[in-house]
């Protein structure tokens, strides 16, 4: 007896209810397309949900694009329900990897994400800005400007910085901070001047 019931088994041909289309229209709010069939005279299916690998505690989301090959599966009551399972590559459109270790996206403005799961290393390039993470490192590279808004940060380690650091707040250290001269390196905690009359300084104790 088929799982189906009594309407699978008057469509039992294959063709009737698995097929390969183009989308021609999609629906965002409602997560579904409607499909045209070049083998029926531009038969136009109705909108078919598109299947998404989680919907309840797990939300994903995705959409093809308009003029997108498409596999669909229909429902043996008739072309009217059904999902549209997903995409493929066929023809001049190529796999951007060929890798069977890695996970990849890429959008139309040239965003691209890729996690290698052998190497433990993902990337992400969104315009001119890279991220390449591993175990061991991160890198940012091309970025104009980051920007981190948080209440406290805190760095366990050395922090080295190659360029001029600004603060519109104080500075505590709890120890020594040295500033590195030409010649010398001149320590605030021993740092003295012989005198400190009203107006400029004296030139520094040599030394210190």
């Known amino acids: 007896m088929s799982m189906f019931g009594d309407d699978f088994r008057q469509n039992e041909d294959a063709t009737n209810w698995i097929r390969i289309g183009e989308v021609s229209s999609v629906d965002p709010k409602k997560c579904?397309?409607?499909v045209v069939f070049d083998d029926e005279d531009g038969?136009?299916?109705n909108d078919l949900?598109?299947?998404?690998?989680?919907t309840q505690d797990v939300k994903d989301y995705w959409l093809p694009a308009v003029g997108e090959d498409v596999l669909c599966l229909f429902l043996p009551c008739g072309e009217e329900d059904g999902f549209i399972l997903g995409s493929?590559?066929?023809d001049e459109i190529e796999p951007p990897v060929s890798s069977e270790t890695k996970r990849y996206l890429e959008f139309p403005d040239g965003a691209k994400f890729e996690y290698d799961w052998k190497e433990?290393?993902?990337s992400a390039v969104i315009g001119d800005t890279q991220i390449e993470a591993t175990e061991n490192s991160v890198q940012f590279t091309g970025a104009s400007?980051?920007?981190v808004s948080v209440p406290d940060i805190e760095f366990v380690g050395n922090l080295k910085v190659e360029g001029d650091i600004t603060t519109t707040g104080g500075v505590d250290a709890d120890g020594e901070?040295?500033?590195?001269?030409?010649?010398t390196n001149v320590k605030l905690s021993t740092h003295m001047h012989a005198t400190a009359a009203p107006g400029n300084p004296?030139?520094?104790?040599p030394g210190t």
Not at 49 to 54: A, H, K, L, Y
Request: charged share 20%.
């Open 32 to 34: 579904t397309a409607r």
């Open 43 to 45: 038969f136009v299916s």
């Open 49 to 54: 949900p598109v299947i998404q690998r989680n």
């Open 88 to 90: 493929f590559y066929a």
């Open 120 to 122: 433990s290393k993902l």
């Open 145 to 147: 400007k980051v920007k």
């Open 177 to 183: 901070v040295t500033a590195m001269k030409k010649t």
């Open 202 to 205: 004296s030139p520094p104790t």
